[in-house]
């Protein structure tokens, strides 16, 4: 039996994550993998979402940070960690603080967690208690993707978190 994704992301505005994001789902179709994925209910997310629809199973659910609180954040991806019982976990997150939410629920949940990191840049500020987060997701992730070499050292050098793909 093929491995069960879910391909989540709390991106709220279009752009360069739909495009991953839809040839990410599509390469794992192409794979053989089932795959669903979980999107922010944002208006922001509508067309992502009808492009996802047409390819898997796709649901919505209030998932961005800064519009709700972390405690329906929480439910809501473990709603659809239970219903679905992924056995792989892939968050598309826009900046390494997003996600953060679907990311622990996956872990805890004992699915194996990638991610990948759109925007890095230097500058980033992290309050202590989310860079202790994100410490403990990179720490449990099976990888980790940057999708430049110069995010990458960023990561890794600059924010310190562990060597990432």
Not at 72 to 87: M, Q, V
Not at 104 to 127: K, N
Not at 141 to 149: F, G, K, L, P, Q
């Amino acid at each position: 039996m093929a491995d069960r994704v879910l391909i989540v992301t709390d991106v709220t505005a279009p752009g360069g994550v739909d495009a991953y994001t839809i040839a990410l789902a599509d390469a794992a179709i192409a794979a053989g993998y089932h795959v669903e994925a979980l999107l922010d209910d944002g208006e922001g997310s509508a067309a992502l979402y009808g492009a996802l629809a047409r390819r898997c199973p796709t649901a919505r659910a209030s998932l961005y940070h800064r519009l709700h609180d972390e405690k329906t954040r929480h439910e809501a991806t473990e709603n659809i960690l239970g219903r679905f019982k992924p056995s792989v976990v892939h968050a598309v997150c826009g900046a390494p603080w997003t996600t953060v939410v679907p990311r622990e629920a996956a872990l805890d949940a004992g699915c194996r967690l990638i991610f990948t990191e759109q925007y890095v840049a230097p500058g980033f500020t992290f309050e202590q208690n989310t860079k202790k987060r994100l410490d403990r997701i990179y720490r449990g992730t099976a990888a980790a993707i940057a999708v430049s070499e110069a995010g990458a050292r960023l990561l890794t050098g600059a924010y310190g978190f562990l060597p990432i793909a």
